[in-house]
Each structure stands twice: as structure tokens, then as C-alpha cells.
């Protein structure tokens, strides 16, 4: 299995992260966010098991032990995620506590252990001003849960315990749906993200095995059109009634979103990636993480302090294009102080670790 930079993904990462910012700004209402964190599962899941296969093949050679594994894995994640994290959620829970209600404090030992994404989707019901992190929840249980499966799983098993690994989970998907579980709760279940990282997973294991139909154009106009339909689906359900099994959705996710991955890997030197090679969206990929950490509480505070619907009225303009207009500058110059300032330095930090993360 190649290892090494794949062209086109850092784009692709940050092209996910700024429509999560059009999203909570110019576009609510629709699923471009959703598809968007879809998209962060499926890259997770192909770089991350990436780094634990390879990581299980230098056990069966004799050249690390399980235990080291691990704890290389692990560090070297902790070291990349944790950092802006914990940062920014000590700035979120500071400014809430002094210029708001503090709202946040009562629920603080969730964010605290990754576990916020079980306490809106199965205990408040609801969304907040810092729960769009959420997806970050589900990537650490996937670290603690698979890392030492597929570390342990002989190396040849990977890509079944993959595919046995999306098929439960959409039957578990389909079974909570079918007794009544809200919307939100399988949304933001581990199981519905396990299914986009198992899908990633599947792509690094079987590479050289995709069909190149997959990666062709007709297939990614094709997957085109059903992102497009998909993002559209809250509004059809909204308007016309229109309702589908959550883990056809799921499903449907998964498999365009595939081919757009595909795509990107199979032609390097296409035309899709060339573009995604650009530099604003290789920048927006090296700072996509603290982009999507700060751009929603940037949203919120600049709602507070700053009179946007006066904006919107003296000028004409609609006031989710003022919206977005504040979020989005502000939110990657934040994003951008936080890469070079706090996360590059811990960065740095990894490389004294092995190459398990």
C-alpha cells in the first residue's frame, strides 16, 4: 500500500470545512453541512486506517510490538487533535460564562471526554452554539474503539472487518429509525459515522483493487448530482413531505461521496484535483480543523456584538450573506492564528513518536 502525500486531499479537506461555514451562515436549512462532516468521516477513515494497517503489518514483521503501536497512535492523535480543541473550548466556555449564561457549563464534562455527540443526540435532543463538534466526538471513539481492533486483527481481515463493519452499522441505523429514535440521535450516533470512516477504510485497503469505472467522469457527475439532490433533501422533506429511511440517507451519503474520493485518488492529474490542488484550498486544508472548531462560536459572538441586522438593512442585502460575509473571513483568520501559533507547534511534537499517526 503506497504511503505518502495523496494530491488532492488536503483541497478536499478544505473544501468540506468552508461548506460547513457556508452552512451555519448563507445555506441553512439544507444538508451541505452534513455531507460536508460525511466527508471528514470518509477522509478519517482512509488516513487513519491507513496509519493502523500499516501499523498492524509492522507487527506481523516483527518490528513493533501491539502495545508501542498504540501508544505512538495514540499520542501522535492526541497531539494533533487535542491541542486546538481544548483551547478553543476554554475560550467558547470563558466568553459564555461573561458575556451569556453560562449555558454550556452544566454540560462541560461531555465536551470534556468526547462524548458531547451522546449528549445531543441522546440526552438534550437538541443543537447548541458548540455542538457542531460533535463529529470530533465520534472520530475519538473511533480511535478508541478500532485502534486496537484493527491493531490486533490479523492485517489480511481488515478489509472484511471493514465491510462487516458498515453493514451492522446500517442495520443498526435502520433498526433504531424503525422504533422511533429522533433524526437526531442516529445522526449523530457513532454507528453512522463508523459507516463513512468504514467506507475511507475501504478505500486505503483496496486501492489497487477499485474498479476504475468508480473514478471515471460520468461516475463523479453522476455522485455530483446526488450531492446536490442530498443537500436539497431537508428542504423536499420540508416542503413536499418527502421522507426517506434514515439509512437509505446514510447510504446514499456514503456511496457519493465515495466516488468523489475515488475520483480524486484514481486521476492525480486530473482536472478535479488540479483544482483542489490550488492554493486557497490546500491553505483552508492545512487550517480546516481550527476552521471548523471556531467558525460556529465566531458566528454566535458576532451575532452578540456586532449589529448585523442593521448591516443587513442599510444595505440590502440578505442577512445570511452578512452572516457569511463576518463568519467566514473572521473564522479563517482565527483558524489560521491557531494552525501556526498553537497546533503547529504540538505538530512538531510528533515527530518523536513512530509513524502511527
Given at each position: 500500500?503506497?504511503?505518502?502525500?495523496?494530491?488532492?486531499?488536503?483541497?478536499?479537506?478544505?473544501?468540506?470545512?468552508?461548506?460547513?461555514?457556508?452552512?451555519?451562515?448563507?445555506l441553512m436549512g439544507t444538508d451541505i453541512g452534513g455531507l460536508a462532516v460525511f466527508l471528514f468521516f470518509i477522509l478519517?477513515?482512509?488516513?487513519?486506517?491507513?496509519?493502523?494497517?500499516?501499523?498492524?503489518?509492522?507487527?506481523?514483521?516483527?518490528?513493533?510490538?501491539?502495545?508501542?503501536?498504540?501508544?505512538?497512535?495514540?499520542?501522535?492523535?492526541a497531539l494533533r487533535i487535542f491541542p486546538a480543541y481544548y483551547l478553543w473550548l476554554g475560550v467558547f466556555v470563558v466568553l459564555?460564562?461573561?458575556f451569556r449564561d453560562g449555558a454550556i457549563v452544566p454540560e462541560l464534562g461531555w465536551y470534556l471526554t468526547y462524548t458531547q455527540n451522546v449528549l445531543i443526540g441522546f440526552v438534550t435532543h437538541a443543537w447548541g452554539d458548540f455542538t457542531h463538534v460533535w463529529s470530533l466526538a465520534v472520530e475519538q471513539q473511533y480511535y478508541v474503539f478500532f485502534a486496537p481492533l484493527?491493531?490486533?486483527?490479523?492485517?489480511?481481515?481488515?478489509?472484511?472487518?471493514?465491510v462487516a463493519t458498515i453493514v451492522l452499522c446500517?442495520?443498526?441505523?435502520?433498526?433504531?429509525?424503525?422504533?422511533?429514535?429522533?433524526?437526531i440521535s442516529l445522526y449523530t450516533a457513532p454507528i453512522t459515522g463508523f459507516v463513512f470512516m468504514g467506507a475511507g477504510a475501504l478505500m486505503t485497503l483496496e486501492r489497487e483493487r477499485l474498479p476504475a469505472l468508480l473514478g471515471s467522469r460520468p461516475a463523479l457527475a453522476l455522485a455530483g448530482g446526488g450531492i446536490v439532490a442530498l443537500a436539497a433533501?431537508?428542504?423536499?422533506?420540508?416542503?413536499?413531505?418527502?421522507?426517506l429511511p434514515y439509512a437509505v440517507l446514510v447510504a446514499a451519503s456514503a456511496s457519493a461521496l465515495s466516488v468523489v474520493m475515488i475520483h480524486v485518488l484514481q486521476r492525480p492529474d486530473g482536472f478535479t484535483v488540479r483544482i483542489l490542488e490550488t492554493r486557497p484550498l490546500k491553505f483552508l486544508g492545512l487550517i480546516s480543523y481550527g476552521l471548523y472548531v471556531v467558525h460556529l462560536p465566531i458566528g454566535v459572538f458576532a451575532e452578540r456584538w456586532?449589529?448585523?441586522?442593521a448591516w443587513s438593512l442599510a444595505s440590502g442585502l440578505p442577512r445570511n450573506l452578512i452572516d457569511f460575509a463576518v463568519m467566514a473571513p473572521l473564522s479563517v483568520a482565527v483558524a489560521a492564528a491557531s494552525f501556526f501559533l498553537v497546533e503547529a507547534k504540538f505538530l512538531a511534537l510528533k515527530d518523536r513518536f513512530g509513524a502511527a499517526g
Open positions: 500500500m503506497a504511503v505518502g502525500r495523496y494530491a488532492g486531499l488536503d483541497g478536499l479537506r478544505g473544501t468540506a470545512s468552508f461548506a460547513v461555514v457556508i452552512h451555519h451562515s448563507l478519517s477513515g482512509f488516513l487513519i486506517t491507513g496509519i493502523l494497517h500499516r501499523a498492524r503489518l509492522a507487527i506481523e514483521a516483527g518490528r513493533t510490538a501491539v502495545r508501542a503501536a498504540l501508544t505512538d497512535f495514540w499520542i501522535r492523535r459564555d460564562v461573561t484493527v491493531v490486533v486483527v490479523a492485517a489480511r481481515r481488515h478489509a472484511a472487518l471493514m446500517l442495520v443498526a441505523i435502520q433498526g433504531l429509525n424503525a422504533i422511533g429514535f429522533e433524526m433533501y431537508p428542504v423536499a422533506e420540508r416542503t413536499v413531505g418527502f421522507h456586532l449589529p448585523l441586522e
